[in-house]
T-cell receptor, first 110, second 115 residues
């Protein structure tokens, strides 16, 4: 069983608020990822990291930022939430041949 | 060009029957990995099965098997003896080993198992 956690699981917030979605894993994986997924649709990579102090933007243009100060922690921050950010956000980590996902955060911006 | 193509937006299968979910991929990297994930309505992504590009045999995990045809660049998922709990979205994904270790996902196939 994968040990990757995301909080909060659900978040409803007003436009313009700053929010941070938390992701942590206890497997010691170097590689971590953030995906955005609308219901029933494909996953879009928004950020990834190969290790501490290493972060890259993914294919999907996003107004979010990430940091990787510790191996186990990879938070995603939206400086000013907008209704277009309403979606599910999935965090994942990988090592060798496996990629494990967290349970996701369902974000609604009013 | 799409890295991963899943051409079946929706599939239906009778309970206890087998079903094949199609996946084709595009890469010039000689070393890559292919993955299948299940996503039930709860939203979590569940890893099902992995196939490496150099693996000689098709991967199997319980009722799941991956029909790997390298020359055709296809990696179809076969689910045997379908169960009602198999109803979910299924995503095919690929990781290219020499180009940054990003994972590329298909658009998914929605599988419904009919009692």
């Amino acid at each position: 069983e994968a040990d990757i956690y995301q909080t909060p699981r659900y978040l409803v917030i007003g436009t313009g608020k700053k929010i941070t979605l938390e992701c942590s894993q206890t497997m010691g994986h170097d590689k971590m990822y953030w995906y955005q997924q609308d219901p029933g649709m494909e996953l879009h990579l928004i950020h990834y990291s190969y290790g501490v102090n290493s972060t890259e933007k993914g294919d999907l243009s996003s107004e979010s930022t990430v940091s990787r100060i510790r191996t186990e922690h990879f938070p995603l921050t939206l400086e000013s939430a907008r209704p277009s950010h309403t979606s599910q956000y999935l965090c994942a980590s990988s090592e060798l041949h496996e990629q494990f996902f967290g349970p996701g955060t369902r974000l609604t911006v009013l | 060009a799409q890295k991963i193509t899943q051409t079946q937006p929706g599939m239906f299968v009778q309970e206890k029957e087998a079903v094949t979910l199609d996946c084709t991929y595009d890469t010039s990297d000689p070393s890559y990995g292919l993955f299948w994930y299940k996503q039930p309505s709860s939203g979590e992504m569940i890893f099902l099965i992995y196939q490496g590009s150099y693996d000689q045999q098709n991967a199997t995990e319980g009722r799941y098997s991956l029909n790997f045809q390298k020359a055709r660049k296809s990696a179809n998922l076969v689910i045997s003896a379908s169960q009602l709990g198999d109803s979910a979205m299924y995503f095919c994904a690929m990781r290219e080993d020499h180009t940054g270790n990003q994972f590329y996902f298909g658009t998914g196939t929605s599988l419904t198992v009919i009692p």
